[in-house]
């Protein structure tokens, strides 16, 4: 079975320091699917990247970058000089090609709650 | 604009109750989706649906059922069966083909208080 873990329940950090969100998952299935999502105060979810298990490349998108290590299961999710905006839960999450009768079923971990002190 | 939205953000239910929550979309997604979150908690999966007129159970289903009559709809009933069901409630979609269905779109969501 899936399963996601982010290890970190809350984080704070002062304006303009960079801070790394952990998530690690498994899966039995070499195909899958990794996802980030953004939860602010308002409770929508908001899709930051998704990550094929085929394309090992890290990626950058302004200050978010986000590092897929196959041989650690992790993929970690990093923000560069945080600002009070990014306050939110940060979700990772899992979704393996065939996951149970051709659906395509997301497993979420437990969150990271994101503080970013002014 | 096209997007998911939920109706009521906010409903109080008494107990014994059951009671409706409403999801709909634009997106012209052919699945969707339904998840329960609670506090320092992730979501969880109650039912989801590939097509019209078809759905399955997800990993918490007892206590709720589902309908989806139409595509554009997914109406979630919370019955009295269900023993907590004071949490948040999020509805997504998601497209079609492979890349598409692994890429779901979140509503703004309905917290329900059982009174």
């Known amino acids: 079975a899936q399963k996601v873990t982010q290890a970190q329940t809350e984080i704070s950090v002062v304006e303009k320091e960079d801070v790394t969100l952990d998530c690690v998952y498994e899966?039995?299935?070499?195909?899958?699917?990794l996802f980030w999502y953004k939860q602010p105060p308002s409770g929508e979810l908001v899709f930051l990247i998704r990550?094929?298990?085929?394309?090992?490349q890290n990626e950058i998108s302004g200050r978010y970058s986000w590092n897929f290590q196959k041989s650690t299961s992790s993929f970690n999710f990093t923000i560069t000089a945080s600002q009070v905006v990014d306050s939110a839960v940060y979700f990772c999450?899992?979704?393996?090609?065939?996951?149970?009768?051709?659906?395509?079923?997301?497993?979420f971990g437990k969150g990271t709650k994101l503080s970013v002190i002014p | 604009d096209g997007g998911i939205t939920q109706s009521p953000k906010y409903l109080f239910r008494k107990e014994g109750q059951n009671v409706t929550l409403s999801c709909e979309q634009n997106?012209?997604?052919?699945?969707m989706y339904w998840y329960r979150q609670d506090p320092g908690q992730g979501l969880r999966l109650i039912y989801y649906?590939?097509?019209?007129?078809?759905?399955q159970k997800g990993d918490i289903a007892e206590g709720y059922s589902v309908s989806r009559e139409k595509k554009e709809s997914f109406p979630l009933t919370v019955t009295s069966a269900q023993k907590n069901p004071t949490a948040f409630y999020l509805c997504?979609?998601?497209?079609?083909?492979?890349?598409?269905?692994?890429?779901?779109?979140f509503g703004p969501g309905t917290r329900l208080t059982v009174l």
């Open positions: 997504a979609s998601s497209g079609p083909g492979t890349e598409n269905r692994n890429e779901q779109f």
């Open positions: 899966t039995r299935d070499t195909t899958y699917y």
């Open positions: 990550r094929n298990s085929f394309d090992e």
């Open positions: 999450a899992l979704s393996e090609l065939y996951s149970g009768a051709g659906s395509y079923q997301l497993t």
């Open positions: 997106l012209n997604h052919d699945a």
């Open positions: 649906s590939q097509i019209v007129n078809d759905f």
